[in-house]
T-cell receptor, first 111, second 114 residues
Framework: QQQVKQSPQSLIVQKGGISIINCAYENTAFDYFPWYQQFPGKGPALLIA?????SEKKEGRFTISFNKSAKQFSLHIMDSQPGDSATYFCAATDSWGKLQFGAGTQVVVTP | NAGVTQTPKFQVLKTGQSMTLQCAQDMNHNSMYWYRQDPGMGLRLIYY???????DKGEVPNGYNVSRLNKREFSLRLESAAPSQTSVYFC?????????????FGPGTRLLVL
C-alpha cells in the first residue's frame, strides 16, 4: 500500500489562481519531503523540498506547508500559469530509506 | 552534459520476450535507480544501486534483473515479459546513496507488452 497518500488526483485552475495539492503520511520516521514536477513525456524533476523542522518553505510561486502533528504537507502554487500545467508528485523518506512517492496530481491551468 | 539518458524511448514486446533497458549518467553520481510509473500508482522503485558493484531490490523487483555495468551505466532486464510489465520506466541517479539527495531522472522508456 502507498505510504504517502496524495489528493486530488487532478485539478483544473484558472490562470492567476491558486493550486493546492495535499499529501498525508503515517511513518513518523519520514524526515524529508520533496515535491517533483513532471511535464508530459519527460522524467520528474525536483521542484522544492522541506524538512519537518520548519512549517513552511517558499521558492518563488511555490510554497510547501508542513503540519508535523497532523502528518500532512501540501504544495501551494500561487498565481498559477499555463506553464505550470504538469503532474506533481509528493514524496517522503527517512534518513536511510527509499523515496516513497504519492500517486500524483495532474494540474491543468487554463488561460 | 546530457544528464541521464535512456534507450530505447519506446518498445513493444510480445509476452515471453526479453529485453534490456539501458541507462547512463554523465554526472559522476554513485547511486542509480530504476522506477516504474503506472497511472494512479506514482513511481515505484524496482531496483537500485547505491554504488558501483552493488545492487539491491526495491519495492517491486519481481520479474526484473539489473546490472551495474560501471559507474555510468545501470541496465534493467526483463527476462520474460508479461502484460503486467506494461509501464513507463524511469532511470534516476543521485550523488550518493543517501536518499535525501536530489534524484535526477531520465526521459523514460515506454514499454508495451502484448
Amino acid at each position: 500500500q502507498q505510504q504517502v497518500k496524495q489528493s486530488p488526483q487532478s485539478l483544473i485552475v484558472q490562470k492567476g489562481g491558486i493550486s493546492i495539492i495535499n499529501c498525508a503520511y503515517e511513518n513518523t520516521a519520514f524526515d524529508y519531503f520533496p515535491w517533483y514536477q513532471q511535464f508530459p513525456g519527460k522524467g520528474p524533476a525536483l521542484l522544492i523540498a522541506i524538512r519537518p523542522d520548519v512549517s513552511e518553505k517558499k521558492e518563488g510561486r511555490f510554497t510547501i506547508s508542513f503540519n508535523k502533528s497532523a502528518k500532512q504537507f501540501s504544495l501551494h502554487i500561487m498565481d498559477s500559469q499555463p506553464g505550470d500545467s504538469a503532474t506533481y508528485f509528493c514524496a517522503a523518506t527517512d534518513s536511510w530509506g527509499k523515496l516513497q512517492f504519492g500517486a500524483g496530481t495532474q494540474v491543468v491551468v487554463t488561460p | 552534459n546530457a544528464g541521464v539518458t535512456q534507450t530505447p524511448k519506446f518498445q513493444v514486446l510480445k509476452t515471453g520476450q526479453s529485453m534490456t533497458l539501458q541507462c547512463a549518467q554523465d554526472m559522476n553520481h554513485n547511486s542509480m535507480y530504476w522506477y516504474r510509473q503506472d497511472p494512479g500508482m506514482g513511481l515505484r522503485l524496482i531496483y537500485y544501486s547505491a554504488s558501483e558493484g552493488t545492487t539491491d531490490k526495491g519495492e517491486v523487483p519481481n520479474g526484473y534483473n539489473v546490472s551495474r555495468l560501471n559507474k555510468r551505466e545501470f541496465s534493467l532486464r526483463l527476462e520474460s515479459a508479461a502484460p503486467s510489465q506494461t509501464s513507463v520506466y524511469f532511470c534516476a541517479s543521485s550523488e550518493n546513496r543517501l536518499y535525501q539527495e536530489t534524484q535526477y531522472f531520465g526521459p523514460g522508456t515506454r514499454l508495451l507488452v502484448l
